[in-house]
């Protein structure tokens, strides 16, 4: 095959095609140099030709000429070419920069919206840089297109665990492992299916195909028979025909009322998992009553509820759940619905609240920082994951928000309350003075009882006087502004020169200021129009 495409070449030495196919076979026999060389001349005859691009990248990678794939990309990536975006992301993953990864994943994503596969990578990464509500976004557009997606799944309830939604967090049946499906086929076998004996010894044998074949050479057709068939194709993974074989069974004439009931709880959860959880509702609520199964019906189409977002409607159901049964789960998730719905309709002001652009050794993130007045003697209270830097730079900026107390219309009330200023996540340690034009700027929007302008983060240093100095780690901080979907960010101006290695796709997302007051940085981060005063 070698010779064949040196051949091609030779006949024809301007075909890109025939240097592009030559190229990817001396990298696939190792002649990596020489693929190189053939591929940049396919490039220079066809500058379009994007596999040529890509395949140039990964040879470039395997021979450590790390920036001259970086090179070769980003005018793609950042020309809409997803499939470039993709192989991006895998560089910077393999150099250790998942933000950077991270950002060229999410670009693709807008490129081609119908990519499940690369929506789920997106929802796992924006969890674990902390970005839940983002996550969100991509799983419900991930779960639109794929609602059985084993992904979606999964990163549903890596997301529920993180936000202590415990409906959200239980694992279902058909997520987990055969060995349990088996064991619950096992224990709730109805004593219509007992004498169908070759198929349950097979099952008890933990053969499912040895029971597939028993059942069909079985005579019996009748509800035993009808429950095992079902049982088994959910145990196969036919999920199709079980859910056939389950309704069949529930619709059953003369069938008895706790089978068919079961019958209905194992349709639900099929129905659920393939995402038609109004299907489930339907089922269950029509689903006879006065069985010793009625909690479970309740505790199921709580969690077919939830699943078809009505949480009032879910609450109900475990609710009802729980009467009938105090030991059942659904009590927990009743609670938790509860205090889920609680927290949604508390008060959306942004009175006090700002993001805060911090770097550590993953990247950069976007902490929130709350600050509240309380009765007190003027004193600030200060909370949180943070480092020595990190309270003097509070200090700092309590000062600093003291100081222009009549200049901003809040002298009345310094002596009379503190500040309580709290870095909200705890679970990473942050430091450094950085934070301080941040933690001005909410100590400020607590003093004047007055929102700042939504989506907003700073980074910058604050001194006393209200002089913004210079940082460091502007291009991490910015591009985990961008990956949070922030859109106003407020920089110290001698930083607007690190703006040059910014990648374009964080350019056209968010909006970078540069300051050097805070004069200038209370007038953007309030919504205010300009002054020329105290500049």
Not at 189 to 207: I, N, Q, Y
Not at 266 to 292: N, V
Not at 403 to 422: M, Q, S, T
Not at 467 to 485: H, N
């Amino acid at each position: 095959m070698l010779s064949d495409r040196k051949r091609a070449v030779v006949l024809r030495p301007d075909d890109p095609e025939a240097r592009f196919a030559l190229g990817e076979a001396l990298f696939t026999e190792g002649h990596r140099e020489e693929a190189a060389a053939q591929l940049e001349r396919c490039l220079e005859l066809a500058p379009r030709h994007a596999n040529a691009r890509r395949m140039l990248a990964r040879v470039y990678v395997a021979t450590d000429r790390l920036t001259a794939a970086e090179k070769l990309l980003v005018p793609a990536a950042e020309a809409g070419d997803a499939s470039a975006c993709d192989a991006l992301g895998e560089l910077y993953r393999g150099l250790g920069r998942p933000d950077d990864a991270l950002l060229w994943l999410v670009a693709a994503t807008r490129v081609e919206p119908d990519r499940v596969d690369r929506r789920v990578a997106v929802s796992a990464g924006l969890l674990a840089f902390g970005l839940l509500d983002r996550a969100r976004e991509h799983l419900d557009a991930a779960a639109k297109l794929a609602p059985e997606h084993p992904g979606v799944r999964e990163v549903r309830r890596e997301l529920a665990v993180l936000e202590g939604d415990l409906v959200g967090a239980t694992v279902p049946a058909l997520d987990r492992e055969e060995e349990f499906l088996l064991g619950r086929c096992l224990s709730e076998l109805p004593s219509e299916a007992r004498p169908l004996t070759k198929v349950t010894d097979a099952l008890r044998g933990g053969d499912v195909l040895l029971a597939k074949r028993a059942l069909v050479t079985t005579t019996e057709r009748g509800p035993g028979f009808a429950w095992l068939r079902a049982e088994v194709a959910m145990l196969s993974a036919d999920l199709e025909l079980a859910a056939r074989a389950f309704a069949d069974l529930a619709a059953a004439p003369g069938i008895r009322p706790e089978l068919a009931v079961r019958a209905r709880l194992r349709g639900a959860e099929i129905a659920i998992h393939r995402g038609d959880p109004e299907a489930a509702r339907r089922a269950l609520e029509t689903a006879p009553q006065g069985t010793s199964l009625d909690h479970e019906v309740f505790d199921a189409l709580g969690d077919a509820c939830a699943a078809a977002a009505d949480a009032r409607a879910a609450e109900d159901a475990y609710g009802r759940a729980a009467r009938i049964d105090p030991t059942s789960p659904a009590g927990a998730k009743a609670a938790a619905l509860r205090a889920k719905r609680k927290h949604a309709s508390g008060p959306a002001r942004r009175t006090g609240l700002i993001g805060v652009l911090g770097w550590n050794e993953r990247g950069g993130r976007v902490s929130p920082v709350e600050a509240v007045v309380v009765p007190g003697k003027g004193e600030l209270v200060f909370t949180g994951n943070v480092g020595p830097s990190g309270r003097e730079a509070a200090s700092v900026a309590f000062s600093c928000a003291k100081a222009r107390a009549k200049e901003l219309g809040y002298e009345a009330r310094i002596g009379g309350v503190d500040v309580h200023v709290h870095f909200s996540d705890t679970e990473f340690q942050k430091d450094g003075a950085s934070s301080g034009l941040a933690l001005t700027l909410a100590i400020i929007s607590a003093l004047k009882d007055e929102e700042l302008v939504p989506r907003l983060a700073t980074t910058g240093e604050i001194t006393t006087l209200g002089v913004v100095r210079p940082i460091a780690g502007l291009r991490e901080k910015l591009v985990a502004a961008c990956l949070a979907g922030t859109s106003l960010v407020l920089v110290p101006r001698k930083n607007l020169l690190d703006l040059r290695t910014l990648p374009a796709e964080v350019r056209r997302r968010t909006a970078v200021h540069g300051v050097d007051s805070l004069v200038e940085a209370v007038e953007l981060a309030f919504g205010i129009p300009p002054s020329t005063e105290n500049r």
